[in-house]
């Protein structure tokens, strides 16, 4: 009769049977063993499911050569920020600001910004409702029929484009089909021609057109109630006049523009007799 294994194993005194127990795990390493279980667990995780802690805001940092903030950000901050911003910008930068600017919907219609042109220590301004079709196509303002005769205007009272003249307008884009700028497109443009002034520092401006000349005075009268009169704006005396787009359209009126020129000429005139010092 065969014997089993059990069996023989009793027979041969061998019984019983002892196996090798594990070593007992230590709790430091039972901890290690549980920490490196979840980091593997972290690791084959799915990105999607992890809980991610939210980061701080990025705030825009100060250029380090003139404490300014980028160009580039001013055009997100609230109006009244933009503005505190804006006076600060030399010539440069704030080219490059109108250039960047996405404030008002003009943006997303313009070809290219229309920031100005002209000489930057001029004593004359002439301002301007918004740029054209010709204007928006090459980046300055008033070319075009209305930029000769804006310049035929200059040469009557012995100015020219560049030479102690600049010239701007309200806002600095498009607006299309040559619409009247909206009221927040002006409001937001503002800051921009108030630098403007600030740099140039002009004895006498001109207001040519409607837009130009309400927006500028704060007024709603009519051109035909401004012109004849000398107006101030920031202590500065202003002269009403027609747009040239308007004069190339309605040709009688082009002899009540001549009297507006002459009124500028005999206003900057009285103050060159009052401080001949101050005339360059």
Request: aromatic letters at 4%; proline letters at 7%.
């Amino acid at each position: 009769m065969a014997l089993s294994r059990e069996d023989m194993l009793r027979e041969l005194e061998l019984l019983p049977v002892w196996r090798l127990r594990e070593a007992p795990i230590s709790q430091e390493a039972a901890a290690s063993d549980e920490s490196r279980v979840k980091e593997i667990a972290e690791v084959a995780q799915p990105q999607s499911a992890k809980t991610i802690e939210p980061s701080e805001p990025v705030l825009p940092v100060a250029d380090d050569q003139t404490g300014a903030m980028p160009v580039s950000e001013i055009a997100s901050e609230s109006l009244d920020d933009r503005r505190v911003r804006i006076r600060n910008l030399d010539w440069p930068d704030l080219k490059r600001c109108v250039q960047d600017c996405t404030a008002c919907e003009l943006a997303a219609t313009r070809t290219q910004t229309v920031l100005g042109v002209g000489d930057l220590q001029a004593d004359w301004l002439f301002i301007g409702e918004a740029p054209g079709a010709e204007e928006d196509r090459k980046g300055e303002p008033f070319v075009g029929q209305a930029g000769k005769l804006l310049d035929n205007m200059l040469a009557a009272i012995g100015l020219r484009r560049g030479q102690n003249a600049y010239i701007a307008n309200i806002v600095k884009c498009r607006p299309p089909g040559n619409r009247d700028p909206h009221p927040q497109e002006i409001e937001q443009c503002a800051p921009f021609l108030e630098r403007q002034l600030a740099l140039i520092q002009p004895k006498l401006i001109m207001t040519l057109g409607r837009v130009a000349a309400q927006t500028l005075l704060e007024t709603d009268e009519t051109i035909g109630t401004l012109r004849g009169k000398v107006h101030r704006h920031q202590g500065i005396p202003v002269i009403v006049t027609y747009h040239p787009a308007y004069l190339l359209r309605n040709l009688p009126d082009k002899a009540k523009a001549w009297a507006d020129l002459c009124l500028a000429k005999r206003t900057m005139q009285k103050m060159a007799d009052v401080n001949p010092e101050e005339t360059k």
